[in-house]
């Protein structure tokens, strides 16, 4: 079972599936909000925890694909369920391939529905460490200066400080210190720490590290 956080949408125009559906996920102990339509759900602000959005593929108005482009195009994180009685293949392949967690044609056995929101809810509450992590360590790089994000970048690639003050004309004394400040800012030891905040910053390489501008809140 997820946190107290995780939050479970159902989204049907027909009001006895919505219904259906809810005495379900309730009696499966989940926190759940009932929506008859995706605009509704729209009006919604985002869920700050772990989510996922049951919905109908087939609604009047804006229907569950459509309801999937937007979440994206939004930026929003729920991850979505869709259920259908009139699904097909291509259908399918389009909704798995935007990145949702399962198409259940009708009727599906209630256990069926429940395996899905359970992963469902762990693959969000994945996604959301991930971003604060990625957020986490783009803060710590933001502390240092231009010269030391330069000299950082040249050290996660195993370069000595003889080598980096090569690459930056500097001297190798110079380099160290930058170091030792890189080191201290981040609140990391060795260089093997050093790596792991770059990657979890998820900062791409600098195709020329000489004129590398600091800026990873752009990245």
């Known amino acids: 079972m ?18 259906s559906l809810g005495r379900l996920l309730g009696a499966a102990h989940y926190r759940i909000e009932l929506f008859k339509s995706a605009s509704e759900f729209l009006s919604r602000s985002a869920h700050p925890g772990p989510s996922c959005v049951v919905v109908d593929v087939r609604m009047p108005g804006l229907n569950g694909i459509d309801l999937q482009k937007a979440l994206i195009e ?35 056995k209630p256990k069926e529905l ?11 509450a994945e996604q959301r460490r991930r971003a604060a992590e990625k957020n986490h360590a783009r803060g710590l790089l933001e502390r240092l200066t231009p010269r030391e994000f330069q000299v950082m970048q040249l050290v996660i690639t195993g370069l000595l400080n003889k080598q980096v003050g090569a690459e930056l004309g500097m001297a ?15 609140g990391i030891t060795s260089v093997a ?13 600098a195709k020329d590290l000489r004129l590398r501008s600091h800026s990873v809140a752009t990245v």
């Open 2 to 19: 997820m946190t107290p956080t995780a939050m479970v949408f159902v989204i049907d125009d027909d009001e006895a599936v919505r219904k």
């Open 172 to 186: 190798e004394k110079t380099v160290k210190t930058h170091r030792g400040h890189i080191m201290q800012k981040l």
């Open 114 to 124: 429940l395996a899905s929101v359970e992963r469902a809810l762990r693959r969000s």
């Open 74 to 108: 939004r930026h929003r994180e729920e991850q979505i369920i869709f259920i259908t009685g009139h699904g097909n293949i291509p259908m399918c392949a389009q909704a798995m391939k935007a990145g949702a967690v399962d198409f259940l044609p009708k009727p599906f």
């Open 193 to 205: 720490e050093l790596i792991g905040v770059v990657k979890k910053a998820e900062v791409p390489p």
